[in-house]
């Protein structure tokens, strides 16, 4: 039973930043096209961050102050999250396609907080 288990979460104030992990709990899948949602309270799941075929794709809102990167180790992701905003709150979940059959690999979610 494969997983995706999100870290890095936690408060802080508008202008900070946070670096979250995403990594599988075993290697006995490929996941690929890795990437970042976000879902607010009382709002609809929305794209952040991810790979598609390879490359990185950002939602407008987020350019230019995240950046998405694998991680040496198979079924890896970050997200650096810098000049964080009060609208950035919200619970972040990794995710993920297997590479061979349709499956989507979903963490369960990490907290990002952000006051003003």
């Known amino acids: 039973q494969v997983q995706l288990v999100e870290s890095g979460g936690g408060h802080v104030q508008a202008g900070g930043s946070l670096r979250l992990s995403c990594a599988a709990s075993a290697s006995t899948v490929i996941i690929q096209d890795m990437g970042w949602y976000r879902q607010a309270p009382g709002k609809q799941r929305e794209l952040v961050a991810r790979?598609?075929?390879?490359?990185?794709n950002y939602a407008d809102s987020v350019k230019g102050r995240f950046t998405i990167s694998r991680g040496s180790a198979m079924n890896t992701v970050y997200l650096q999250m810098n000049n964080l905003r009060p609208e950035d709150t919200a619970n972040y979940y990794c995710h993920g396609e297997d590479a061979f059959y349709d499956y989507h690999y979903w963490g369960q979610g990490t907290q990002v907080t952000v006051s003003s």
């Open positions: 790979f598609i075929k390879g490359s990185p």
